[in-house]
Nanobody
Framework: QVQLVESGGGLVQPGGSLRLSCAAS????????IHWYRQAPGKERELVAT?????AVADSVKGRFTASRDVTLNTAYLEMNNLQPEDTAVYYC???????WGQGTQVTVAS
């Protein structure tokens, strides 16, 4: 079955860190572009990172977030440091060529 499953979200204090995982099954992650998106309440979905050999992050998170992948584990990652309340959102990974999305993982940044 072709699917993406996110994990690693949670509640963290401002300044804290989290690492999100996106486990792929049914296909090889090395062969496809993977996106990380986030959607905060009442806001549009925002592209946060792109992974495909190269790794790129949005300007809004540059210097704090890092995207990567482990092809042996068939998993993509989003390392998030110095988290701030405005980073609170549901984070999704996706494979855009097939409009494949994971179920999302909630990240809440609050003191």
């Amino acid at each position: 079955q072709v699917q993406l499953v996110e994990s690693g979200g949670g509640l963290v204090q401002p300044g804290g860190s989290l690492r999100l995982s996106c486990a792929a099954s049914g296909f090889r992650i090395r062969e496809y572009l993977i996106h990380w998106y986030r959607q905060a309440p009442g806001k549009e979905r925002e592209l946060v990172a792109t992974i495909f050999g190269y790794n790129a992050v949005a300007d809004s998170v540059k210097g704090r977030f890092t995207a990567s992948r482990d092809v042996t584990l068939n998993t993509a990652y989003l390392e998030m440091n110095n988290l701030q309340p405005e980073d609170t959102a549901v984070y999704y990974c996706s494979r855009p060529d097939s409009n494949l999305w994971g179920q999302g993982t909630q990240v809440t940044v609050a003191s």
